[in-house]
């Protein structure tokens, strides 16, 4: 018998995205796993309920024999009340902020894969939600920086003069900044990137960038980072600040998984920038990478503009969906053995990613973050 598996309409305010696209249902069918979509569930992705059934998914409410669910964010408590015990959720969660949602989730017995813990490991690229979900924000925040510059990207020539490009430094150098370095890059800027990493060095070169050496290393014994002197660290600052002041857009990009964002930016250095710059603040779930950051909102702060767009990636509703829907079936095809649901715990990738399983929180930091409730 095949494993049904239900795609539910997304709930939360601005989220667009839907976690399965019809190009994926064949290859799920492959693995004996009949979907079944909600009507609606994909039209603010712009994908009609008639490019669900054309690839041969049904298009209706949950079946009361459904086992496994899709989502993108969280399920509400009374979607989780609805879903039969003992069957299995894949979606993003951020424990820590949804102490609730995780309590529910282990009352009724679910067993919930949050994709925000998918490990970063070789075997586990094709199941980073995370880094494809990154890779579109970063390209999306260099648009956004063009678009809230009052001058242009490239250098250009016209028969009055030339323009020179504008320079923008992204800060952090991870999938978004490396993304956003290319996109500012194709797009004409001038580009700089900087990361308290200095092996990256090479991975914003890669991109045509250029790497921002403080002259400090911060790494520490076994790889790990190291606590910096009052000297090295007065050092760190005064050669950022120069870059900071002279770049007419930054891109900020450091943050952690439901958890607070750091902040990378001061506001004397904010205030300190030219005239008309732009910050997009790719960090706003999580407070943002500046003390002036508000999340959500565009707000004019001295001779800057800081933009801080939440859930970015839903602005890409299209592609996002896309992308995370081939991370889902990355994920369950390491669950399905001979067209039957099969956990092996001996898993890594299934073993550090389950956050609820059989009535127990599997996951530290979710423990930690219930136990608070009472």
């Not at 609730?100 to 282990?106: D, P, S, T, Y």
């Not at 991975?203 to 000297?231: C, I, N, P, W």
Request: one cysteine or more; charged letters at 20%.
């Amino acid at each position: 018998m095949a494993i049904s598996l239900y795609v539910a309409k997304e709930t939360r305010r601005h989220e667009k995205r839907v976690a399965l696209v019809p190009a994926v249902v064949a290859k799920l069918q492959k693995l004996g796993i009949e979907p079944c979509v909600e009507p609606g569930a994909g039209l603010a992705a712009r994908i009609p309920d008639n490019d669900f059934t054309q690839a041969g998914a049904a298009v209706a409410p949950a079946a009361a024999e459904t086992r496994l669910f899709f989502r993108v964010q969280a399920p509400s408590l009374e979607d989780i009340q609805e879903m039969p015990e003992g069957s299995i959720l894949c979606c993003f969660i951020y424990a820590q902020r949804e102490p609730e949602i995780v309590k529910a989730l282990r009352d009724k017995r679910i067993t919930c894969f949050a994709m925000e813990l998918i490990p970063r490991i070789t075997r586990a690229q094709a199941m980073d939600a995370l880094s494809s979900q990154a890779a579109l924000a970063g390209y999306y925040a260099a648009l956004m920086a063009g678009t809230h510059l009052h001058r242009i990207l490239p250098m250009m020539t016209t028969a009055v003069g030339s323009l020179r490009p504008a320079k923008i430094l992204v800060m952090g150098a991870g999938v978004a900044g490396l993304q956003a370095l290319a996109t500012a890059k194709r797009l004409g800027a001038m580009i700089e990137g900087y990361d308290v990493r200095p092996e990256v060095r090479e991975q914003v070169q890669s991109v045509g960038g250029k790497f921002v050496d403080t002259g400090v290393s911060a790494v520490g014994e076994g790889g790990y980072a190291r606590e910096l002197t009052a000297e090295e660290q007065k050092q760190v600052n005064d050669v950022l600040t120069r870059h900071v002041q002279q770049a007419d857009a930054i891109i900020t990009t450091a943050s952690i998984p439901g958890k607070p964002s750091p902040k990378i930016l001061t506001e004397e250095q904010i205030m300190g920038m030219k005239s008309g710059s732009v910050i997009i603040d790719l960090a706003a779930e999580g407070g943002g990478n500046t003390p002036l950051t508000q999340p959500g909102d565009t707000v004019e702060v001295g001779p800057a503009t800081i933009v801080a767009p939440l859930n970015i990636a839903s602005h890409l509703a299209e592609h996002a969906s896309e992308l995370y829907s081939r991370n889902l079936l990355a994920l369950v095809g390491l669950m399905v053995k001979e067209g039957e649901l099969s956990l092996d715990w001996e898993d890594e990738v299934l073993a550090r990613s389950v956050l609820t399983h059989d009535g127990e929180i599997r996951n530290e930091a979710a423990r930690a973050a219930v136990e608070q409730l009472a």
